[in-house]
């Protein structure tokens, strides 16, 4: 089962506009990752957040993260058609678990040209 | 430098046949991560190798899946007696925790159709 929940799960906006998505997630975390999809195959790292990090940016990606309430969000600012991909977020539940990723479901962004 | 490869990058079997797929990670990296992607499932955890340690397998759906990853370096996953639900994108992935790099780098992808 997928530990991470990402809202919304599509996302349509115009080239310019920023882009919200959010992802909760239910045990305690190492870290939690950001990664790009295009065209259903290989994903790209973005951004990764550490468990005692509160918010990181990245260039036009900002993160946050609140582990009181088991969520983070990745907004992309000033959105561009190239950024039209699938994002899911993924933690790293540490422990035994060290190093292996639990992914969401993901949202699917559309950027309008 | 090069990118995490798997091979091939496309893979039509018929139900009940064996199937291999491979993963070269990217030279250096320590860890070693099979996911499988379908419609259905989302992004599935496989299997994981660390170093010399004994893999985790926690996400092999059955005991038809088994992956070996020789030399510290290839790893290559196989399923036996294949069935359509096995259809689906295999990705596997590679980093280097044990340096405090925990971000994984993704390889393109299997897409195995079992007919």
């Known amino acids: 089962s997928q530990q991470g929940e990402e809202d919304p799960q599509a996302l349509s906006i115009q080239e310019g506009e920023n882009a919200t998505m959010n992802c909760s997630y239910k045990?305690?975390?190492?870290?939690l990752q950001w990664y790009r999809q295009n065209s259903g195959r290989g994903l790209v790292h973005l951004i990764l957040?550490?468990?005692?990090?509160r918010e990181k940016h990245s260039g036009r990606l900002r993160v946050t993260l609140d582990t009181s309430k088991k969520s983070s969000s990745l907004l992309i600012t000033a959105s561009r058609a190239a950024d039209t991909a699938s994002y899911f977020c993924?933690?790293?539940?540490?422990?035994?678990?060290?190093?292996?990723?639990?992914f969401g479901q993901g949202t699917i962004l559309t950027v309008h040209p | 430098g090069a990118g995490v490869s798997q091979s091939p990058s496309n893979k039509v079997t018929e139900k009940g046949k064996d199937v291999e797929l491979r993963c070269d990670p990217i030279?250096?990296?320590?860890?070693l991560y099979w996911y499988r992607q379908s419609l259905g499932q989302g992004l599935e955890f496989l299997i994981y190798?660390?170093?010399?340690?004994?893999?985790?397998k926690s996400g092999l759906p059955s005991d038809r899946f088994s992956a070996e990853r020789t030399g510290g370096s290839v790893s290559t996953l196989t399923i036996q007696r294949t069935q359509q639900e096995d259809s689906a994108v295999y990705l596997c992935?590679?980093?280097?925790?044990?340096?405090?790099?925990?971000?994984?780098?993704f390889g393109p992808g299997t897409r195995l159709t079992v007919t």
């Open positions: 030279s250096g990296h320590t860890a």
């Open positions: 190798f660390q170093g010399n340690s004994a893999p985790d």
């Open positions: 045990t305690s975390i190492n870290n």
């Open positions: 957040i550490r468990s005692n990090e």
């Open positions: 993924a933690t790293d539940n540490g422990g035994t678990s060290y190093g292996k990723l639990t």
């Open positions: 992935a590679s980093s280097k925790p044990g340096q405090g790099t925990y971000e994984q780098y």
